[in-house]
């Protein structure tokens, strides 16, 4: 009897060593022509969390990292869940065909990897990986990933300054080449949920018609974003 | 053919006229085999036959998938080094003239091809083409693919540096690819920009006038969604994925 139980808890032990202390190395790459992305949040965490979920509403933390780039509080609510995380490994906007590469020590439980960055100029569009599974064997993993909307703002294409939760527009096009005094693409929300996101609508007028966007530029079309991750 | 002429030798005591006129026939096989290259002469077929040589043999079966965007003739290569390009770099001279013009000439002569095969021509939208690439004695290690569509400035698709070293005689890898942008012209979609039928304009321009690095494309805008210049219209819009490649090793 507690031979078995000697056995038994040694294979409890070594099977959990196996998932813990893993050392993962994440590279992100923008594949966008146009498209800033706003500092990431790389965390590993544990299997019963997610940073969303596709057809629910967005979290107030979400909101502001989709809405605004600020990943403070979607940190903080990791944090508290004992997640391993990196914050901004690009030390700032991670430019169209930019790469940026996190060692990530995950402790012990934290078995699943969610990424996050919001996509500039946007109202409220974030590239997203949710919550996958860190495979045990060590190897590289190569995949992309797809634009989603919040859902929590109108997607009006106006570039105001507006990055706070619940503000209009979009906060800045950071490769200067945005354009002013659009009439503002739509007014509403019609999808409330974190969807994949439709793409930008922009225009050819620098300095009015419907969008601020310029429709040769800042559109995208799926995947925006290459993800490396090598287990070691 | 060797074999033709080695077994016609091992009649000539029996019946000199027979063997003569048998090696008339033996010349004729080994000259169809060859293609028309030299005829040996008798006395050189007592050397031993050479090593068949190890043939590497891949049929790539390539679909389009869009709407209205013809591809230009497909370049396929196969390679053990290089690739045709790589994203946020320059692109080279010679992907640029294919990803502009739809001309792969400048592709299929790249250094790094050991072997190279082109499309028989332009592959129309919904329509499938089937490219055999072989190479002898040496086992390739990649393969890549590119094709330009053709009413874009500068769209391309295709496989960058696919591994081929695991692929075991009879086994099939098939996958759908998405379109990038080469980075060397501004999608104006002028007129006198798009190669393709929609335009009849310009293709290689080596002036660089975009970003001058390689990423994924954005897609057309086209004159139907906004904007006004263009010579596209909906019907040249395309989605990813834009090709279906199926690669099949035969040998």
Known sequence: MKITNLIAGFALASSSMVINAQQVEVTVTNLTQGIHYTPFLISAHSADMSLYKLGQAASAELQMMAEGGDITGLSALLTNASADIIENPAGGLLAPAMSTTAMLDTSDGNTHLSLVSMLLPTNDAFVGLNAWEIPTEAGTYTFTLNAYDAGTEANDEMITGGGAPGAAGIPVAPGGDGGADGTGVTSQELNATVHIHRGSLGDDDISGGKSDLNNTVHRWLNPVARITVIVM | MTFVINSVLSFKNRNFKKVLSLLAAATLIVLTGCGGSDSPAPDMVVE??????????????????????????????????????????????????LAESGDNSGVLAESMVLAGQSGMGVLMSGMEET?????????????????????????????????????????????????????????????????????????????????????????????????????????????????????????
């Open chain 2, 48 to 97: 031993p036959p050479p090593p068949a040589p190890v043939i590497y043999r891949y049929e790539i079966s390539v679909t389009n998938l869009t709407h209205a965007q013809p591809m230009s003739p497909i370049a396929v290569v196969l390679h053990n080094e290089g690739q045709l390009w790589q994203l946020g770099q320059p692109a080279s001279n010679a992907l640029e003239m």
């Open chain 2, 131 to 251: 490219i055999t690439v072989s190479i002898e004695n040496t086992m390739p290690m990649m393969l890549s693919v590119a094709t330009m569509l053709v009413n874009t400035n500068d769209a391309f698709s295709g496989i960058n540096a696919m591994g081929l070293t695991n692929m075991e005689v009879g086994e099939i890898i098939s996958m759908q690819t998405s379109s990038y942008d080469s980075g060397t012209e501004k999608n104006t979609e002028l007129m006198s920009t798009i190669p393709g039928p929609a335009g009849g304009g310009e293709g290689f321009n080596e002036m660089r006038d975009d970003v001058d690095f390689v990423t994924m494309h954005s897609g057309i805008v086209s004159q139907d969604d906004g904007l006004t210049q263009s010579v596209l219209t909906s019907a040249h819009r395309f989605d990813n994925p834009t090709l279906m490649i199926t690669v099949t090793r035969m040998e």
